[in-house]
Every structure is written in structure tokens, then in C-alpha cells.
């Protein structure tokens, strides 16, 4: 019988520790998330199109300096704080909890990032997406979301074409979700995709297993399974397409 993740039919899930793979640039941390280390012998540090969740710190008055990004898909997720982006195309934008940004680099993207010295200390996701084609048009979406509501998922981007207000150039959507402690949801799934949830705070039951800060898990198959919070938690999870061409010539999400 074959075992490999995309062969399952019934749920399985895959738990991950908080990740020991980080950088320290002083006012500048990052850690970075490999979904496809949570599944044994998968031989893709990346899972299908999402490659890499990456928790960033930024101290207030800190400068990332311009630079460039190609063949990825960045979204910038802001949960609270704020995060000012500069580009070359002239554009002055600023992400908080009301706003999204993905940034399609395609053949070449710059852009630098900032935080004022009387901005909050911020905590953010970045997340890496592969896309389908190399040298696509780059360009940048920002865009305002729907309130959260408590205890629903809130669609964030997709492919092109779906009811999410933003898009990436392939086959993965994104969610997010407050829960508050002994709420109970199900996970986003769909038939034929595989689900990765992170957990930005708090702590959670999915399924039988539990995930508690800034740990994740990796889910497949078709069967509903349910998320509870065993404390107040904000999650994100991630509705993957296993199967979805991808390339893998990004800057930093190869």
C-alpha cells in the first residue's frame, strides 16, 4: 500500500514543533516554517506551492533596505502593528490588521520595509508562495479585508478567479481565524487538497493532536477534522493543491 501523504483517503495529521531554523539581525528576526518537514522522508522542505511560513520581528525604527525578489509569491499578514513598504514603482503602503499585501514579483520585484520609531513592535507572517510560471508580471496588491469574525475562517487570497480579495499565481488559498478558548471549528478543506495550520497564538486541539504557539500541522486527506481551542488562539491555515505545478527559483521561497 502506498503511504505517501497524497495516496491517503482518510485524514491524517502531522504535528510540528516550533522551528529551530531562524535568523537574528538584532532588530530584525526571523523564523522560517517548512510544512514539508512535518511529513517523514517528504523530500520538499516546501509542500506543494506553499514553501515557507515565516514569523518576522521587526523593533520599531528598524530598515530593511531595498532589494529585490523574483519568481515568488510574498504575502505580508499583520495581525496587529504595522508594516511600511516602499517599491520601485512608486508606491507608499502601509499593512496593518485591516489590510493584506501580496506582492507578485514575477521576473523582478523591489521593495524595501520599515518600521517608524514610534510604530508598535511588530510580529508578522511572510509567507513564501512558488508560482506556476517563471518570470511572470510582477506587481503588488494591497488591498483592505473583511473584519474577522469569531470563530469563522476569513478567506484571504486564492487563485485567481476565487471570491478571496487577493490572488496568488497558483493552486493554494489562505485563511485565518480567532477562536476563542473551548470554540470548536472545522478545518478548511476540500477534496483533493491537503491543509497546513499554523498557530500565531494560543493553543489548539486538531483532531486528537495538540498544537500550541507558534506550532503547526500538516493534514491529508478528505475527511472533516476539527480544530479546538484549548486557549484563546489565532490561527491561519492553508488549503494546498499537492499536486500543482510548481517552479522553484525564488529569491528566498525555492
Not at 522542505?45 to 523593533?59: A, I
Not at 513598504?85 to 524595501?112: E, K, P, Y
Amino acid at each position: 500500500m502506498d503511504e505517501s501523504p497524497s495516496a491517503q483517503t482518510h485524514s491524517r495529521i502531522y504535528t510540528t514543533l516550533r522551528t529551530d531554523v531562524s535568523q537574528n539581525q538584532g532588530k530584525f528576526r526571523i523564523h522560517f516554517n517548512f510544512p514539508g518537514r512535518a511529513v517523514p522522508d517528504h523530500d520538499d522542505h516546501g509542500y506543494g506551492p506553499l514553501v515557507t511560513v515565516v514569523e518576522s520581528f521587526m523593533d520599531p525604527g528598524t530598515l530593511i533596505r531595498m532589494h529585490q525578489h523574483k519568481n515568488e509569491e510574498i504575502i505580508s499578514w499583520v495581525p496587529e502593528g504595522v508594516m511600511r513598504h516602499d517599491d520601485r514603482q512608486g508606491n507608499q503602503l502601509v499593512t496593518d490588521a485591516d489590510h493584506l499585501m501580496v506582492m507578485n514579483a514575477g521576473r523582478g520585484f523591489w521593495h524595501s520595509e520599515e518600521t517608524l520609531a514610534d510604530d508598535p513592535p511588530l510580529r508578522m507572517l511572510q509567507i513564501f508562495v512558488r508560482p506556476h510560471s517563471l518570470d511572470l508580471e510582477p506587481g503588488i496588491q494591497h488591498e483592505p479585508i473583511p473584519d474577522p469574525v469569531a470563530g469563522e475562517w476569513r478567506h484571504l487570497f486564492g487563485p485567481e478567479g476565487t471570491d478571496a480579495p487577493l490572488y496568488v499565481r497558483n493552486d493554494i488559498d489562505f485563511y485565518d481565524c480567532r477562536l476563542a478558548a473551548g470554540a470548536t471549528t472545522t478545518l478548511p478543506s476540500r477534496p483533493g487538497r491537503h491543509t497546513y495550520l499554523y498557530v500565531f497564538d494560543g493553543a489548539v486541539e486538531v483532531g486528537d493532536e495538540s498544537v500550541g504557539y507558534t506550532e503547526s500541522a500538516l493534514v491529508t486527506g478528505d475527511d472533516d477534522v476539527a480544530v479546538t481551542a484549548t486557549e484563546d488562539a489565532t490561527i491561519v491555515a492553508f488549503s494546498i493543491n499537492p499536486d500543482a505545478t510548481v517552479t522553484r527559483q525564488g529569491t528566498i521561497g525555492r
